[in-house]
T-cell receptor, first 117, second 114 residues
Framework: AQTVTQSQPEMSVQEAETVTLSCTYD???????LFWYKQPPSRQMILVIR??????QNATENRFSVNFQKAAKSFSLKISDSQLGDAAMYFC??????????????FGSGTRLLVRP | DGGITQSPKYLFRKEGQNVTLSCEQN?????MYWYRQDPGQGLRLIYY???????QKGDIAEGYSVSREKKESFPLTVTSAQKNPTAFYLC?????????????FGPGTRLTVL
């Protein structure tokens, strides 16, 4: 069974600085998707970034980028130029790419990001 | 505006009662999902539906039931058989069940059993 692990319950960053959130996963599949979701205090889940496992190039969305290491099964999120609005819970999630009944997202336990002004 | 709505935002239930959480989407999405979130944990899938009149159990379906009579609606009933129902419940939808498609989430319902 697939599992997702976020080993950092909480991280803190100074405004305008860079922070990296860690995520590792376990799977026997070769083709899959990985996601980072943000959950602000409003508790609405928002997709931050997505990575297809078959793509070697790391995904980037403005200030957010990932470091995808497929062999190491690592998928970290880097937030550059941190802003106060980045403060939230961040969840790493995995999904199989194969079209079968397993459409679920498998989530890590989350990392709370604090941003210091 | 297009989106997913969940109601109510807060719900209180006495032990032994069934309660139904509402989830409505106007995104014309085929697939809908229910997740449960507990403190210190990520989301876990309760039920999902790929198409109207069809739904499948997720990882923690025991004590829950759903229906999908309309494309835009996917209500979740928490029955008295659910041993520990106090949690935050999130509904999501996606354009199709394809794994590529992003899941959009509603604002959630906080259920507390008194």
């Amino acid at each position: 069974a697939q599992t997702v692990t976020q080993s950092q319950p909480e991280m803190s960053v100074q405004e305008a600085e860079t922070v990296t959130l860690s995520c590792t996963y376990d799977t026997s599949e070769s083709d899959y998707y990985l996601f980072w979701y943000k959950q602000p205090p409003s508790r609405q889940m928002i997709l931050v970034i997505r990575q297809e496992a078959y793509k070697q190039q790391n995904a980037t969305e403005n200030r957010f980028s990932v470091n995808f290491q497929k062999a190491a099964k690592s998928f970290s999120l880097k937030i550059s130029d941190s802003q106060l609005g980045d403060a939230a819970m961040y969840f790493c999630a995995y999904r199989r790419r194969r079209m079968d009944s397993s459409y679920k997202l498998i989530f890590g336990s989350g990392t709370r990001l604090l941003v210091r002004p | 505006d297009g989106g997913i709505t969940q109601s109510p935002k807060y719900l209180f239930r006495k032990e032994g009662q069934n309660v139904t959480l509402s989830c409505e989407q106007n995104l014309n999405h085929d697939a809908m999902y229910w997740y449960r979130q507990d403190p210190g944990q990520g989301l876990r899938l309760i039920y999902y539906s790929q198409i109207v009149n069809d739904f499948q159990k997720g990882d923690i379906a025991e004590g829950y039931s759903v229906s999908r009579e309309k494309k835009e609606s996917f209500p979740l009933t928490v029955t008295s058989a659910q041993k520990n129902p106090t949690a935050f419940y999130l509904c999501a939808s996606s354009m199709s069940p394809s794994s590529y498609n992003e899941q959009f989430f509603g604002p959630g319902t906080r259920l507390t059993v008194l």
